[in-house]
């Protein structure tokens, strides 16, 4: 299987349109709302514990030019409630990247992929879980039942894994979300749907764009169209869902037969897109432009409209239904650093939870949440913020 379709690493957001569907369609595990939880009277209180990650340079090292990236020993934090509980040697000699985007809090470990032209390298807590010889780009990692789980690719195409053990190669695969996705959990690209791993992905059936997805088995094709653009695909409640272009008309198809088309006001084109759920309605989200407008835009729509925004946020993220975008000199003081969605979390009471890094070296960062501002003592930056709830 062949393929010319290349998604973007990482997306930042828009919403293009969508439309209610009876009943409502409800996104899966993977997008609920991190760090919400109810609690019913009479039952006990789970145990919140809030996770940070840090990189901690040398005090004489300018980390907001960071000039050495990637050969400048340093130091890689995990604090549990502002209290250090983790600390690793990263950098040249070790294989604990300082790279930010290859950490990951998850279950309340702090997960690390290290990889170069020999090896990749997946570490829990500092201690590596799985390896395997080449590069590989992950976009998915998954702990579940004592396997981990992850979703790669490289040059010789898409590799799903279960201990670092390759179970599915797909040469011409490309996965549908990943990590910092708006739609997609701290675990990227692969998800939990019904107790089973889940992933999606783009390849072609003799030359026709068509979308698989793996849930716990064999990966199924579910739709095909000749021409189309593939943007997202998600296994949901009732049934799954995909995301196209088709020759600059954008549609969501929905299992049970149902086809919404997304309206094209203003000849907007939707450049990359993940599908939510916002008012009880499927949506698309993603970056987007205007006829004769080169420029991209965080924008929204419904089956019945679609707009930008004037101004396009740092991140977003979906709480219960609804867009929470985070804006700069708004959400994120304009002398801080605000490293990537990871940076960012709701509360336990609903609320926005930032982990913010001063660009005055002199200061220290600092995790902003409900009016609550708590240092940490590093020199360099918070590149993650989690809250893990216990059993």
Known sequence: MKSSFFRPAALVFFLAACQLLEPPVHLGTPRSDEGLHTVVPGTPVPDTVLLVSAICYPQTYDWRKDSLFGRVP????LFRDGEEALSLQAGPGTVISSSHDTHHIIDGSLFTEYTDSRQTVICRDGEKVASW????RLVGLLPKDGVLYT???SDAGMVFRKNGVEALRVEDGVPFGGFRFITYGRTGALYEHEEAVCFAFQSSRKGVPAVFIAHGGDPVEVLSVPGA????????RDGAAVLYDDSGAARLWHGRGQVIDIPQRGAITWEAAEIAELGGSLCAVGYCHGSGDSS????IGRS???NRFNVTPLAAYVRTGELVPVFAGEDVPADCCFLSGDCACFSPTG???LALSPKDMSASPYVLCDGHRTEYPVHGILTGVSYYISD
């Open 296 to 299: 991209l835009s965080f924008g």
């Open 151 to 153: 979703l790669g690719c």
């Open 229 to 236: 653009k593939m943007l997202d695909a998600k296994l949901l």
């Open 74 to 77: 340093c130091t890689l934090k």
């Open 133 to 136: 010889a080449g590069r590989e």
């Open 351 to 353: 609320g926005l939870t």
């Open 304 to 306: 019945n409209y679609s």
